[in-house]
Structures are given as C-alpha cells and as structure tokens.
C-alpha cells in the first residue's frame, strides 16, 4: 500500500488547511483498504511524533487532545484498493507548525488497538509527509 499525503502549505494563526491522504494499493491478502486504520501524526523540528487524529476500519475516530474542536478527520473509501483521509484543520495556531504524516495499519483487527496510544508502531506504513507552518 502507498500512501501520498498532500494539502500542507503556510498559514497564519486562525487560519484553515485540509490535508490529504491518498492511500493505494493493496495489503499482502488483498483486503480491501476500508478494512484497515488510518491515522494523521505529525512530528516538530526536535519533538517527538505524536498522533494527531485516527479512523479505525469501523469509522470509530480518536482526537488528541490539543487539537479536539479544530481538526476534523474523515475517511472515503473510495474503490477496494483506494482510500482517501482527510484532515480539515480550523483555527491552527504556530503550535500545530510540524510536518504531518499518514499512516495505515494492514492489521485486519487493527480497530481492537487504539493507534493513539502507538504513535511508532512498526506495523504503520507511512507516507513522505506534507508540512504546515503557522506564523502568529
């Protein structure tokens, strides 16, 4: 599975970006996409990764706490061997500046595990990343 991540750009505070995630292709047991998770990390010059927001195969959805009421993630599982992720982003602020990641999890039981709490799985298939830079 690919992943292409596109959308990120310059803003200033207040303002609204939507990323996303083009994901293709298919899993070693050519399962359809719409089985599998999604999550939206992103990881700031000398910071850690975290996970910004997930959608799991049954559409159940996960917010971190910093961006709960701003960021909107959804998902269109468009063909079999096609998914887009979205992530709508309102009201960013300098702090949400990082370069954002999509990752899919090809675990058919990957709705059982919170992807919140795994931000380095190393059962995540990751994109190149789209960067978002927030001046105040």
């Known amino acids: 599975v690919n992943l292409e991540e596109s959308g990120g750009g310059s803003v200033q505070a207040g303002g609204s970006l939507r990323l996303s995630c083009v994901g293709s292709?298919?899993?070693?047991?050519?399962?359809?996409?719409?089985?599998?998770?999604f999550g939206w990390f992103r990881q700031a010059p000398g910071k850690e990764r975290e996970v910004v927001a997930t959608?799991?195969?049954?559409?159940?959805?996960?917010?971190?706490d910093s961006v709960k009421g701003r960021f909107t993630i959804s998902r269109d599982n468009v063909e079999d061997h096609k998914n887009i992720v979205d992530l709508q982003m309102n009201n960013l602020q300098p702090e949400d500046s990082a370069k954002y990641y999509c990752?899919?999890?090809?675990?058919?039981?990957?709705?059982?595990?919170?992807?919140?709490?795994?931000?380095?799985?190393?059962?995540?298939?990751w994109g190149q990343g789209t960067t978002v830079t927030v001046s105040s």
């Open positions: 990752a899919i999890e090809t675990q058919y039981d990957c709705f059982l595990r919170s992807m919140m709490a795994r931000p380095n799985s190393d059962s995540y298939t």
């Open positions: 292709g298919w899993s070693l047991n050519r399962i359809p996409l719409r089985a599998f998770c």
């Open positions: 959608i799991d195969s049954r559409d159940g959805i996960e917010y971190a």
